[in-house]
């Protein structure tokens, strides 16, 4: 599946951005889907997951309470709301995708990133 990631931005700090990744000429369907980050200087971090068809979510500790991951699978689409946003949170977000489970920093398809950047 080939995915394409969009809506990063520049906020200030207790900002909000949405991020939002569409399939590109297929479906999302029995895929987990989610998003991980990638920090200047730092390695590739998790950060949300959802399954198929959506009725589980988990989130890296950093941004639980703050971020939410949905999905449209009429739409084939795969968002990221994030709230009260931090400097910290300034990365690369990456769309990904995985059949064999869920999403982590070595999932099977990837997006081409979007970036994020939080200014205090």
């Known amino acids: 599946v080939q995915l394409q990631a969009s809506g990063g931005g520049m906020a200030q700090a207790g900002g909000s951005l949405r991020l939002s990744c569409a399939a590109s000429?297929?479906?999302?369907?029995?895929?987990?889907m989610g998003w991980i980050r990638q920090a200047p200087g730092k390695e590739r971090e998790f950060v949300a997951g959802?399954?198929?068809?959506?009725?589980?979510?988990n989130y890296a500790t950093s941004v639980k309470g703050r971020f939410t991951i949905s999905r449209d699978n009429v739409r084939h689409t795969v968002d990221l709301e994030m709230n009260s946003l931090k400097p910290e949170d300034t990365a690369i977000y990456y769309c990904?995708?995985?059949?064999?489970?869920?999403?982590?920093?070595?999932?099977?398809?990837w997006g081409q990133g979007t970036l994020v950047t939080v200014s205090s």
């Open positions: 000429g297929g479906t999302l369907s029995y895929y987990y």
């Open positions: 959802i399954s198929w068809p959506g009725t589980r979510k």
């Open positions: 990904a995708a995985d059949r064999r489970g869920p999403v982590s920093t070595t999932a099977a398809f």
